[in-house]
């Protein structure tokens, strides 16, 4: 039997209006109140996704009848729950969820306390498998046909810091961070392969720097730009296009995957 290599025009058509087609789709975001999780919000609003918002601090930022806003510590397992069972009474389904929220600790890494490395690992790793857990039994409980899951890491997850470009003053990335985003990384192939059979697809993007100029110094991020084969930080902007992708229908048999998003940086 023949079969075309090429496109017919009809599938053109289809993917062209379906690649990023996100009407109604329940979008659960957390940490949506930072800097990403502000931009993929008001991204997913725009596109006419029904968005949760998830985060501990700073209340509804976002005004829009599109954007419900749920005040919730992901450090604790009974908290996840809650909010999960609450989307899922209302919209009986969360077609996409995307772990966003994470916490960082800066500096020496002897001055390091048990607390720090708690919160951090309950922030950054625990809650996603509170999350998945909670959503894995709901996804079963609500007869869901198929879901997906964006996990943030970083590039730190796999790469070291370049400590010459922080001087005194500067954020300097912490090991603790680092091994968290490793784990985030570890958990989305791990979780593809086991949820691949509920037709739950997890991935993960590893971002670059992004550009705050809030925290970060002009020195640093001069410093940090001259690593950079495309020479800049990244915009948060600059993580939509995989975003979507991932978190659209259209990726179906792309699962358990992590884009790198830092302009070259971690090819040299
Ligand atoms: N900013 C960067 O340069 C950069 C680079 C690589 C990866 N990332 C990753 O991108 C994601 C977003 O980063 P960002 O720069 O927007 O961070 P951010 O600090 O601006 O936002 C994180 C949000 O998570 C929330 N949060 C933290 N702990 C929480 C908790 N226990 N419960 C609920 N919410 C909590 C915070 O309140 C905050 O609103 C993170 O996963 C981060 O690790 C960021």
Same mark, same amino acid.
Request: glycine fraction near 6%; aromatic fraction near 12%; charge should be positive.
């Given at each position: 039997?023949?079969?075309?290599?090429?496109? $017919?025009?009809?599938?053109?058509?289809?993917?062209?209006?379906?690649?990023?087609?996100?009407?109604?789709? %329940?979008?659960?975001?957390?940490?949506?109140?930072?800097?990403?999780?502000?931009?993929?919000?008001?991204? +997913? &609003? $725009?596109?006419?996704?029904?968005?949760?918002?998830?985060?501990?601090?700073?209340?509804?930022?976002?005004?829009?009848?599109?954007?419900?806003?749920?005040?919730?510590?992901?450090?604790?397992?009974?908290? %996840?729950?809650?909010?999960?069972?609450?989307?899922?009474?209302?919209?009986?389904?969360?077609?996409?969820?995307?772990?966003?929220?994470?916490?960082?600790?800066?500096?020496?890494?002897?001055?390091?306390?048990?607390?720090?490395?708690?919160?951090?690992?309950?922030?950054?790793?625990?809650?996603?498998?509170?999350?998945?857990?909670?959503?894995?039994?709901?996804?079963?409980?609500?007869?869901?046909?198929?879901?997906?899951? @964006?996990?943030?890491?970083?590039? +730190?997850?796999?790469?070291?810091?370049?400590?010459?470009?922080?001087?005194?003053?500067?954020?300097?990335?912490?090991?603790?961070?680092?091994?968290?985003?490793?784990? &985030?990384?570890? @958990?989305?192939? +791990?979780?593809? %392969? @086991?949820?691949?059979?509920?037709?739950?697809?997890?991935?993960?993007?590893?971002?670059?720097?992004?550009?705050?100029?809030? @925290?970060?110094?002009?020195?640093?991020?001069?410093?940090?730009?001259?690593? %950079?084969?495309? $020479?800049?930080?990244?915009?948060?902007?600059?993580?939509?296009?995989?975003?979507? +992708?991932?978190?659209?229908?259209?990726?179906?048999?792309?699962?358990?995957?992590?884009?790198?998003?830092?302009?070259?940086?971690?090819?040299?």
């Amino acid at each position: 039997m023949y079969f075309s290599i090429y496109c $017919s025009k009809i599938e053109r058509m289809n993917i062209l209006n379906n690649l990023f087609n996100f009407r109604n789709k %329940v979008i659960l975001i957390t940490g949506c109140n930072g800097q990403v999780g502000t931009y993929l919000s008001n991204l +997913y &609003v $725009s596109i006419g996704s029904k968005v949760y918002g998830l985060d501990f601090i700073g209340g509804e930022k976002i005004n829009s009848k599109n954007f419900h806003y749920i005040s919730c510590d992901i450090r604790k397992e009974k908290n %996840v729950k809650k909010a999960l069972q609450k989307i899922f009474k209302i919209e009986k389904k969360i077609d996409v969820i995307i772990n966003n929220a994470a916490s960082a600790v800066f500096g020496n890494y002897k001055k390091r306390t048990d607390k720090d490395i708690e919160n951090i690992f309950k922030t950054n790793l625990s809650s996603i498998i509170y999350i998945i857990k909670n959503y894995s039994i709901l996804f079963e409980k609500f007869k869901m046909k198929k879901g997906n899951i @964006l996990n943030i890491g970083s590039i +730190y997850g796999f790469l070291s810091p370049d400590f010459n470009i922080y001087l005194k003053g500067d954020r300097i990335s912490s090991e603790i961070y680092g091994a968290s985003k490793a784990s &985030v990384i570890q @958990l989305t192939k +791990y979780f593809a %392969v @086991l949820l691949a059979k509920k037709k739950i697809n997890v991935n993960c993007i590893s971002p670059g720097g992004i550009i705050n100029k809030k @925290l970060q110094s002009k020195r640093f991020i001069s410093k940090y730009k001259k690593r %950079v084969p495309k $020479s800049r930080m990244a915009n948060a902007t600059d993580l939509s296009t995989a975003t979507l +992708y991932l978190t659209s229908d259209k990726s179906d048999y792309t699962t358990g995957q992590n884009i790198i998003i830092d302009g070259g940086l971690s090819i040299k």
